[in-house]
Each structure stands twice: as structure tokens, then as C-alpha cells.
């Protein structure tokens, strides 16, 4: 955030906000995964690509959100409509969403709907 990279006060306070809700988006995951998982008593395993069965009472919001990198959205086009296709969901994906209190519909209600490009 030096004035090497941004040249503008305005640029700068933009991207300082960005930076905060980033951080506060990311605490808050891992808050609510930490919780989620102490108050049941357990652990999320599968998270680490080289030691599948290693257990996390506290995963980083890094890792979470690691685990969800392979998801790939395609859209198809046919007579002006889009229909987008999204990549299922792993078992650890879905956990990590009911974790964070989240219906796993919130995902694949998007698979298969069709929109009209603008």
C-alpha cells in the first residue's frame, strides 16, 4: 500500500476497505467453522491434499477455501440462452457449507438454470 502502487488517496482508502472486509470475511470463517466443530465435538479431516486423514479443530480460512478450488463453472450457449454447469460437490465441500450454516442448495440451485445474456 506504498504510494509506489497506488498514486490516489482515494485508491488508497478503497483498497484499505477492500483489505478490511477481506479480513473480517475470513475471520469470520474460521470462527464459525472453529465453533461448529468444537461444540460437536469433532474434527475436519480431508482438507490436506498430501495426508488426507489429518484432523483440523481449527482449520485456517486459507485451507477452507482451498478445498473449493477445483469447482469449475461452464457456461453453454444454445438459441441465445445460457445454461451454466457447475462441478458437484465433494462430501468435504458440502460439510465445510453446513459448517458454516449453509444449505447445501445454495450451491446447486445454480446448476441448470438458464439465463438470457444481456
Given amino acids: ?7 490516489r488517496e482515494d485508491h488508497i482508502t478503497g483498497l484499505i476497505r477492500l483489505l478490511s472486509i477481506g479480513l ?13 466443530l468444537k461444540q460437536n465435538n469433532e474434527k475436519l479431516t480431508g ?16 485451507i477452507l477455501l482451498a478445498a473449493f478450488k477445483e469447482i469449475t463453472l461452464l457456461l453453454i450457449e ?10 458437484a460437490l465433494s ?5 465445510i457449507l453446513v459448517l458454516l450454516g449453509f444449505p447445501t442448495t445454495i450451491y446447486t440451485q ?9
Fill in 1 to 7: 500500500m506504498t504510494p509506489i502502487y497506488l498514486q
Fill in 24 to 36: 473480517r470475511v475470513s475471520t469470520l470463517l474460521e470462527f464459525q467453522v472453529g465453533r461448529t
Fill in 47 to 62: 482438507l490436506y491434499a498430501g495426508n488426507p486423514k489429518r484432523e483440523a479443530a481449527r482449520p485456517t480460512a486459507e
Fill in 78 to 87: 444454445v438459441k441465445n440462452e445460457v445454461y451454466p454447469h457447475l462441478t
Fill in 91 to 95: 462430501p468435504l465441500q458440502q460439510r
Fill in 110 to 118: 445454480l446448476d441448470g438454470q438458464s439465463f438470457t445474456p444481456e
